[in-house]
């Protein structure tokens, strides 16, 4: 079984650009989340899919970070327009259930310049 | 790697011996606790979990450990090989969605 999936995997981009990330969760998922951390910092929540609905979107840090997962499958973080803070690494993770083991993909590491 | 200027705590062990990584958690309504490892240049990956309900648990060469009195929580690895070599990450949950990560602990092992 394919674990969950994410392109690219480096994206470098200058300040003021936009950039999209995609994630493809494990089949059959219905959660996927993503999570990213930036220099120095820990790991933190963005936001949480349930199919394609939106249902904690708590962790996203300001209107320029936009998530969609069109149809329940696989799921795309838009930043428009990035800011040399945004960069770091974005991990997305998919499990079964909202409060079932939560599986990582590879991550994408994103540069602002 | 991606832990560039993210400074850990780092546990040096030799190649065979035990190895302990600690985490203290923030939250006492926290029911839900995992251990991930993540390699570089890769996610993190699911290592083992436990509920609040138990305070051990075991699987293949690692262990945890719970004490919800102190609000903490250890991972033991048994006979560390070089493979082993990685950061590892304590995460807790409140039975919510998000996961709340502890900074790390990279674990160094040498022959």
């Known amino acids: 079984e394919a674990g969950v999936t994410q392109f690219p995997s480096h994206s470098v981009i200058e300040k003021g650009q936009t950039v999209t990330l995609r994630c493809d969760p494990i089949?059959?998922?219905?959660?996927l989340y993503w999570y990213r951390r930036v220099m120095g910092k820990e790991i933190k929540f963005l936001l949480h899919?349930?199919?394609?609905?939106?249902?904690?979107e708590s962790g996203m840090p300001n209107n320029r970070f936009l998530a969609e997962r069109t149809g329940g499958t696989y799921s795309t973080l838009k930043v428009q327009p990035a800011e040399l803070e945004d960069s770091g690494v974005y991990f997305c993770?998919?499990?079964?259930?909202?409060?079932?083991?939560?599986?990582f993909g590879p991550g994408t590491r994103l540069t602002v310049l | 790697g991606e832990s560039v200027g993210l400074h850990l705590p780092t546990l040096s062990v030799q190649e065979g011996d035990n190895s302990i990584i600690n985490c203290a958690y923030s939250?006492?309504?926290?029911?839900?606790f995992i251990w991930y490892k993540q390699e570089s240049g890769k996610g993190p990956q699911f290592i083992i979990d436990?509920?609040?309900?138990?305070d051990k648990r075991q699987g293949q060469r690692v262990t945890v450990l719970l004490n919800k009195t102190v609000k903490h929580l250890s991972l033991q690895i048994a006979a560390t090989q070089p493979g082993d070599s990685a950061v590892y990450f304590c995460?807790?949950?409140?039975?919510?969605?998000?996961?709340?990560f502890g900074t790390g602990t990279r674990l160094q092992v040498f022959p």
């Open positions: 993770a998919s499990s079964q259930g909202p409060t079932d083991t939560q599986y």
């Open positions: 089949s059959g998922h219905d959660n």
């Open positions: 899919f349930v199919k394609e609905s939106k249902q904690d």
């Open positions: 939250n006492s309504a926290s029911d839900y």
């Open positions: 436990i509920r609040s309900n138990m």
């Open positions: 995460a807790e949950n409140m039975n919510t969605d998000k996961l709340i």
